[in-house]
Nanobody, 123 residues
């Protein structure tokens, strides 16, 4: 069983940057496609970014394209999400997720989840 633990969230101001980290344990991170999701109050959980096992393919939702970068270091069993030029609408609980299979970027496509962490962007 794989465990995911997020870190790096918190309260920042609009325009600031954050680097979120997801530590993978229990199994090698290289076995899994990884992703970041977020859930704002009253809204559904949605994909932010995804990355392939080797890190050679990435995906971003339109609202973060150009200001976010997902990456991974399989030697450290860690996945990152660098977010720049943060906006108040980025405020949400951010989740790290993993899957061994490929079936898209929906919540249902991911089998393992971190506990989530709050990111709050003040205006």
């Amino acid at each position: 069983q794989v465990q995911l633990v997020e870190s790096g969230g918190g309260l920042v101001q609009a325009g600031d940057s954050l680097r979120l980290s997801c530590a993978v344990s229990g199994r090698p991170a290289s076995n899994y496609r990884m992703a970041w999701f977020r859930q704002a109050p009253g809204k559904e959980r949605d994909i932010v970014a995804g990355i392939s096992r080797a890190g050679d393919t990435t995906y971003y939702t339109d609202s973060v394209k150009g200001r976010s970068t997902i990456s991974r270091d399989n030697a450290k069993n860690t996945v990152y999400l660098q977010m720049n030029s943060l906006k108040p609408e980025d405020t949400a609980v951010y989740y790290c997720a993993a899957t061994r299979s490929w079936s898209g970027y929906s919540v249902a496509a991911y089998d393992y989840w971190g506990q989530g962490m709050q990111v709050t962007v003040s205006s």
